[in-house]
C-alpha cells in the first residue's frame, strides 16, 4: 500500500532539481550538462563536487552563492541561511577561498535621519 509520501508521483517530484529552494532552470540546465538529473545524483555527487565541475565547465558564471544553494538546497533551507562556519566548511571541500560576509554599516546620513525621526516621536 503506497501513502501520500511513497507514491509514484511524488517520489518522482521529490528527485527533480527544481524542487531545491534557489534551484533556477539555469542552475538545472548547468548541473544537467555535468551529468546530474535528479536529487539522488546531487547527493551522490555532493554539493563541493557539483560545484566543482560547473566552475570549472562555465568558469566567472559560477559564484559561491551557488555552492551554498546546492548544499543548502539538499537541506531544504535557502542559501542565505547557511552559516559561516558551513559556508567556511563547503569553501574547503570545494577548494575555494572563504571570504567571510561583512556586516554593512548604515551610512551615518540614515542614522541621523532614523536619530531624527524617533525625536520628533517622542
Known amino acids: 500500500m503506497f501513502t501520500r509520501k511513497n507514491s509514484p508521483a511524488t517520489s518522482a517530484i521529490a528527485t ?11 542552475s538545472v540546465r548547468w ?8 536529487v539522488a545524483d ?3 555527487v555532493g554539493p563541493a563536487e557539483a560545484y566543482g565541475r560547473i566552475a570549472y565547465r562555465f568558469g566567472s558564471a559560477v559564484n559561491r552563492n551557488f555552492l551554498y544553494a546546492l548544499a543548502m538546497g539538499l537541506q531544504g533551507r535557502k542559501y542565505n541561511s547557511a552559516t559561516q562556519r558551513e559556508k567556511r566548511r563547503l569553501c574547503e571541500q570545494a577548494g575555494i577561498e572563504f571570504r567571510p560576509t561583512r556586516k554593512r554599516r548604515v551610512r551615518s546620513s540614515l542614522r541621523a535621519s532614523a ?7 517622542r
Open 115 to 121: 536619530e531624527f525621526t524617533r525625536r520628533g516621536r
Open 31 to 38: 548541473l544537467r550538462d555535468i551529468g546530474i538529473h535528479t
Open 42 to 44: 546531487l547527493e551522490r
Open 16 to 26: 527533480d532539481l527544481t524542487t531545491l529552494p534557489d534551484i533556477g532552470a539555469v
